[in-house]
């Protein structure tokens, strides 16, 4: 049996709702891109949502909001996707890494604390798997010493930390709609904030720093006549990506649960294991369980993280990690950043593996994964 790391949740609703933009004509950014911010900054509670092409686009214009500068730092956390140290770079400004809690893979605050210095503008934290960064203290880190929170909420939609919507938390907050993600639409991503002239900025931002929107220049009442205010990006979303968005959102309860129930399920599965170790999840937080982490007690076992990967493979079951560290590749060993700095992103990295976990996953699926999984732990006691 063959259990593919991830399956979209596509229906024939995304299906009708992108041929019925093909069918009326309209393409790019339109109506439906301006619903879709709609019903997006309704479901979070946001007062604004910004659509755009990706996940890292809505992190690039955060960032331009502001005002980073050469020579700046970000504060991100070690082990997180290239994407949020990538848009530091954009600017030359450089992204500070901070080591992550074992427990949660979450950045760590008391690590936070050691990386401010006098260059320090913004935090990034990360929520990883879904799981929301311990906002309470980053905020209050941030508000004493002016800086800005800027979230990388790519995995996290829908999240909770005591009882706050993911959206309605930080300075700015960056969804991705990536493929593998909750809501997904292909590409795409949303901004949403709080603050107006933010949300003008990346609406201008986000189509060569044109003031009016072309759907308003193309439509009945609109005119020729636009004036640029920046040299912007071609970070549009369009309208057959907004379509698919719009459905997706309307269902994000029913594919949430089916994420939960799935997640329940191996956690009792495997934890009478001790050579398993579960993710925490803290209880003041809910998680979107975009990903499903398993961390292997490698000690307890006689294989290594990467053989059980192949293990699991052989008998078709789909794994990922998340994530290689930074400091890993070659691009940011040339920025100076040395594996000795993060003991704990080390620890993890060594042991992890994000099991699938997607919304249709059947029964037989997840009972394959499970057999696949204690099984080879049985095989591999030491
Ligand atoms: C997916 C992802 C992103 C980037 O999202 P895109 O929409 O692919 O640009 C950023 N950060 C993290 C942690 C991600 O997993």
């Known amino acids: 049996m063959q259990v593919p790391f991830h399956r979209p949740y596509i229906t024939e609703d995304e299906i009708n709702a992108v041929a019925d933009s093909m069918r009326k004509g309209w393409l790019t950014m339109g109506e439906k891109t301006h619903d879709f911010e709609k019903r997006f900054r309704e479901y979070v509670g946001s007062a604004h949502a910004v659509a755009v092409n990706s996940g890292t686009a809505a992190m690039h214009l955060a960032l331009h909001c502001i005002g980073l500068k050469p020579g700046d730092e970000v504060i991100i956390p070690a082990m997180t996707f290239t994407a949020t140290a990538e848009v530091i770079r954009y600017f030359n400004a450089v992204p500070m890494l901070a080591d992550i809690d074992p427990d949660t893979h979450l950045i760590s605050t008391a690590e936070i604390e050691k990386k401010i210095t006098a260059k320090t503008r913004a935090i990034m934290p990360v929520h990883y798997a879904g799981q929301p960064a311990d906002m309470g203290p980053i905020l209050e880190t941030a508000r004493a010493r002016g800086l800005h929170v800027i979230e990388d909420a790519a995995h996290s939609l829908p999240a909770t930390y005591r009882g706050k919507q993911v959206g309605t938390i930080g300075d700015i907050t960056c969804f991705s709609f990536y493929a593998t993600k909750t809501v997904c639409t292909g590409e795409g991503g949303m901004a949403v904030t709080g603050n107006s002239a933010w949300a003008d900025m990346m609406r201008t931002l986000r189509l060569h720093g044109i003031s009016k929107d072309a759907w308003n220049r193309y439509s009945a009442s609109g005119t020729w006549v636009y004036d640029v205010e920046y040299a912007g990006y071609k970070y549009n979303t369009t309208d057959l990506n907004a379509a698919m968005g719009i459905e997706q959102l309307k269902k994000i309860g029913h594919m949430q649960a089916m994420r939960e129930k799935i997640a329940e399920k191996y956690n009792s599965a495997f934890k009478d294991y001790e050579e398993l170790i579960l993710y925490r999840v803290m209880d003041d937080r809910t998680t979107s369980w975009h990903l499903y982490p398993l961390k292997l007690n490698t000690e307890m076992l006689s294989c290594t993280r990467d053989e059980f990967i192949e293990s699991l493979k052989e008998q078709g079951v789909g794994t990922s990690v998340h994530f290689i560290p930074l400091y890993r590749f070659t691009y940011y060993r040339g920025l100076g950043y040395s594996a000795d ?32 999984v204690t099984g080879l732990v049985k095989k591999n006691r030491r």
């Open 341 to 372: 700095d993060y003991p704990r992103s080390e620890w993890v990295f060594a042991r992890s593996l994000s099991l699938p976990i997607f919304p249709g996953m059947t029964e037989e699926e997840s009972d394959h994964v499970i057999e696949c």
